[in-house]
């Protein structure tokens, strides 16, 4: 496809779980070697940005922290805008993003929710309603359904957040994909208008439905969470690939 720049998703595009898919380390040198810009745009929130890019690198793929755009580095912005509190349900790794901004473990302005995965227990979902109902924001990061692991598919933060909408009435600030300033953002780190712009992805709602609001075109590859049915939709890609291996790049 031609474009003057792309955004990747990471997890189901260049790796599922621990797992590289092949062919990502080749693409990103062929982009480098052709001077086509990109960025990284992942709602991954159980790794930070430099967690991020050693487990690419240790796949071959070249990248820096500036390149990865994920929601963590979104909500930390947001907060210090604000000079508001949070109170963080996130990994340690995660955590580290948020340097510089004021916790507050009794009464946060905001509360932040990640994904914890097995970490996650009752007495934290609990804390998490308690300061949600003395009036504290919820922000999630992203609001991805569930992503792939080595042992088959795991919830992400999309149905925890959509969960505590539901017993507070309140909606989420989500700051993550599908959310369109979210792609906009990254587009704006390019220094590019979305039309530009394309992103590559295996989710047909947070990457694909997200990105074409956002004015994107896009390429939905058969790696990852890709299902047949999810062909079936509303949304639709522009093109279809079977892996990032079979990406062309034009400019």
């Known amino acids: 496809m031609k474009a003057q720049a792309f955004l990747f998703d990471l997890d189901g595009v260049f ?4 797992r590289p898919i092949p062919g990502g380390a080749e693409v990103v040198a062929q982009l480098r070697e052709q001077g086509v810009p990109f ?21 071959g793929v070249s990248a820096a922290p500036h390149e990865i755009f994920c929601p963590a580095v979104a909500a930390a912005s947001f907060l210090r805008e604000k000079n ?39 007495a934290k979902l609990n804390r998490v309603l ?3 109902l003395n009036g504290a924001q919820l922000i999630a990061l992203g609001m991805t359904r569930y992503w792939y692991a080595n042992d088959g598919p795991r919830l992400d933060v999309g ?20 959310i369109t300033v979210f792609f906009r953002l990254a587009v704006q780190d390019l220094g590019l208008e979305p039309e530009h712009c394309t992103m590559v992805g295996d989710d047909i709602v947070t990457d694909i439905g997200g990105a074409q609001s956002a004015g994107m075109k896009t390429i939905l590859v058969r ?15 522009d093109e279809i690939i079977n892996s990032i291996a079979d990406l062309r790049v034009t400019r």
């Open 15 to 18: 790796y599922n779980d621990t």
């Open 39 to 59: 960025r990284f745009v992942t709602n991954t929130t159980s790794r930070g940005r430099a967690s991020l890019v050693k487990k690419l690198q240790g796949f």
């Open 84 to 122: 508001a509190s949070g109170t963080f349900f996130t990994t340690v790794d995660t955590r580290g993003e948020f340097d510089g901004v004021r916790e507050d473990l009794a009464r946060p302005d905001y509360v932040v929710l990640g994904d914890l995965g097995d970490e996650w227990t009752y």
């Open 130 to 132: 308690r300061y949600l």
């Open 159 to 178: 149905p925890i957040a959509s969960a505590f909408a539901y017993a507070t009435g309140q909606p989420p600030i989500v700051l993550g994909k599908p």
């Open 223 to 237: 790696t990852g969470k890709f299902r047949p049915e999810d062909l079936q939709g509303a949304v639709r890609p």
